[in-house]
């Protein structure tokens, strides 16, 4: 059973960086596509960023282009979001997701692992 394991939330000013990082345990991963999803009070959750776990192709919300970067360290297993020019309407949870089965789009029910999350707060 995949597990998933967020850290590296916190608090930072607007303008700040940040990166988030996932553990990732309990498969081999060579086939799979892993992302970053974020949730803010009282909204869906959103799509932010997905990688192929073994090639490395990316692919990213309108909404992150330019600002986030997802990347991984299959050494590691672990699963990156470096985040830039962060505002206040950035502040979410933030998970890490996982799926064997490649489905069309990036719709959060299209991925079946998942982490608890790691709070994101942008201070203004």
């Known amino acids: 059973q995949v597990q998933l394991v967020e850290s590296g939330g916190g608090v930072v000013q607007a303008g700040g960086s940040l990166r988030l990082s996932c553990a990732a345990s309990g498969g081999t991963f060579g086939n799979y596509r892993m992302a970053w999803f974020r949730q803010a009070t009282g909204k869906e959750r959103e799509f932010l960023a997905a990688?192929?776990?073994?090639?490395?192709?990316?692919h990213y919300a309108d909404s992150t282009k330019g600002r986030f970067t997802i990347s991984r360290d299959n050494s590691k297993n672990t699963l990156y979001l470096q985040m830039s020019s962060l505002k206040s309407e950035d502040t979410a949870m933030y998970y890490c997701?996982?799926?064997?089965?490649?489905?069309?789009?990036?719709?959060?029910?299209?991925?079946?692992?998942w982490g608890r999350g790691t709070q994101v707060t942008v201070s203004s």
């Open positions: 990688i192929n776990w073994s090639t490395g192709d990316t």
């Open positions: 997701a996982a799926t064997a089965v490649w489905k069309l789009g990036f719709r959060a029910d299209n991925f079946d692992s």
